[in-house]
């Protein structure tokens, strides 16, 4: 997922209605069924067996892995075990990449373990490098870089910006005196400019500077994309050709930089292993409920089934993932007779641009022009707090309703922004809006994603809330029986736009098609 989503433009501009969840009062009598949902997802949920088959089991699904097809197997084995006819729809081809083991060891100027982690797609060594490592310095001209990049021949290269602290902020906020906590956040500001610029003074940027060391004979190349909370670094895509890339623990990359900055040169015996495979499909994994009366009418829970591979994708979106697969199992055993066809669609390759679900809008036009309505799950283990209207400007009227049917217990959390602005490519939801049809992020409660768990090495099956995704499941599957009960599908009338920061009046956000090969992405 990428931490983009309407709720922003909401708060710059202005423009969305913000109203608390219409619910009823206290003694609230639910419908029978919602209520067996409830009874059903409290005492008898599998999210936990889920989640540690899936988490524990097979791990990380980035796209083009073994892991993403072992997962796509077992999700379509669950569905078929509950009675859910599921699919696989291919839509394309991925770069295919196999993670090993990686083993980065410090011998001098002592023996030392070094926290890292391959990145993904990352070349591999043939044999183990031991190398000396050099500190990439803040330049302040291109002459200065162009006249230090020969020393990088035959080393490692420390690519990252030292940081000074490795505390976070919030503790030097909570205990630290005001004039500390003035000291470190100005210094932090002033470094982290300093190094700005001097990654622009190189004629280069992050993802192009890589190749350039590479070309100039480095080793390897390490990178510390640390997050500010300590432990957590985010891991993404290597950009090398040739040799490997990885991140380092921003403890164990503090060290060794200050130790090639002051003259005692470190070495460091690097052994990472994985393997080029070719290429492999993309797809999405679809079940399908059939409806009983309305079958070529729609009903969509949405998760993006990919992930990163720093750690086990469990909250991005491992989280989304298991809670809607709960939603639509109760569904299946306690809703028989359900008018429209409800679909449960695990995306693919949502972290390289939201392909699977555009592949979807692209390939499926018969079933987006029919589809009631789409609700997401992508942000984390928090229970839902905010539903956006996504800019139809009916969505109030119906929104409202199909929350009332729900229990009180989930919804008096949720705030809701009528009608909202549409969101331009956050998350899976964003490429049914786009299409004109009404799609909504169920965004969740924090829970230090953004900083701890989002994309990093710290996003593990330990961090889920179990109790919160519960409710989440509760959540979509009310909404699901909800909306299946209109007797016709809801307006999806768009609103009027606002202006936007230039002046200029914004515009919906346009239909794009998926990337159907990696070759755009690895250029």
């Given at each position: 997922m990428k931490l983009i989503n309407s709720l922003t433009?909401?708060?710059?501009?202005?423009?969305?209605?913000?109203?608390?969840?219409?619910?009823?009062?206290?003694?609230?009598?639910l419908n029978p069924t919602i209520e067996s949902f409830v009874s059903e997802i409290k005492n008898n949920n599998q999210l936990e067996k889920i989640s540690h088959e899936l988490l524990d089991g097979i791990g990380p699904r980035l796209v083009g892995s073994p892991q993403m097809d072992q997962a796509a197997d077992w999700a379509i084995k669950t569905f078929n075990s509950w009675g859910i006819n599921s699919r696989r729809e291919d839509y394309g081809t991925w770069k295919a990449w196999e993670r090993g083991l990686t083993h980065v060891d410090m011998t001098y100027p002592r023996a030392k373990n070094i926290e890292a982690t391959q990145l993904a797609?990352?070349?591999?060594?043939?044999?183990?490098i031991n190398a000396?490592?050099?500190?990439?310095?803040?330049?302040?001209?291109?002459?200065?870089?162009?006249?230090?990049?020969?020393?990088?021949?035959?080393?490692?290269?420390?690519?990252?910006q030292n940081q000074r602290y490795g505390r976070s902020d919030y503790q030097y906020k909570e205990f630290g005196t005001e004039e500390l906590y003035d000291k470190v956040t100005t210094q932090r500001k002033a470094d982290n400019d300093a190094w700005a610029n001097s990654i622009k003074v190189t004629g280069h940027n992050n993802n192009t500077l890589p190749v350039v060391l590479e070309q100039n004979g480095a080793a390897a190349v390490a990178i510390s994309y640390w997050t500010g909370i300590m432990g957590a670094n985010r891991i993404f895509g290597a950009k090398t050709k040739n040799i490997p890339m990885i991140d380092i623990s921003n403890e164990d990359y503090g060290m060794l930089y200050r130790?090639?900055?002051?003259?005692?040169?470190?070495?460091?015996?690097?052994n990472a292993q994985s393997k080029h495979n070719g290429v492999a499909k993309t797809y999405n994994v679809v079940g399908e409920i059939k409806g009983t009366e309305k079958p070529n009418e729609y009903i969509i829970l949405s998760a993006h089934f990919d992930s990163w591979d720093g750690a086990q994708g469990a909250t991005d979106n491992g989280t989304g993932t298991v809670a809607m697969?709960?939603?639509?199992?109760?569904?299946?055993?306690?809703y028989p007779n359900n008018k429209r066809t409800i679909l449960i669609c695990l995306w693919g390759s949502e972290e390289q641009g939201l392909n699977g679900s555009r592949a979807f809008v692209e390939d499926h036009p018969e079933i987006v022009k029919n589809t009631q309505a789409v609700f997401n799950l992508d942000n984390g283990t928090g229970r839902v707090v905010n539903i956006n209207g996504s800019g139809f400007k009916e969505s109030y009227e119906y929104m409202t309703r199909w929350l009332a049917g729900a229990p009180n217990e989930v919804t008096k959390h949720i705030k809701t922004d009528y009608p909202g602005l549409p969101s331009g490519g956050g998350s899976d939801h964003s490429s049914f809006v786009a299409a004109g049809i009404p799609g909504f992020m169920l965004s969740s409660l924090n829970w230090g994603y953004g900083t701890y768990t989002w994309h990093t090495n710290k996003d593990t099956y330990d961090k889920i809330v179990f109790e919160e995704i519960q409710s989440n499941a509760i959540l979509a599957a009310s909404l699901v029986y909800m909306a299946d009960q209109e007797e016709t599908l809801v307006n999806r009338d768009r609103r009027v736009l606002p202006n936007g920061r230039d002046g200029k009046q914004m515009e919906w956000p346009e239909v794009k098609g998926p990337a159907r090969t990696s070759d755009a992405y690895f250029k």
């Open positions: 433009y909401a708060a710059v501009f202005g423009t969305a209605l913000t109203l608390q969840a219409q619910v009823a009062p206290a003694q609230q009598k797609w990352s070349p591999a060594t043939k044999k183990a000396e490592v050099i500190a990439m310095p803040v330049f302040t001209t291109e002459a200065e870089f162009k006249a230090w990049l020969p020393k990088v021949k035959g080393k490692i290269v420390l690519m990252s130790l090639a900055e002051n003259g005692t040169t470190p070495k460091i015996t690097l697969m709960e939603a639509i199992r109760t569904i299946k055993k306690l």
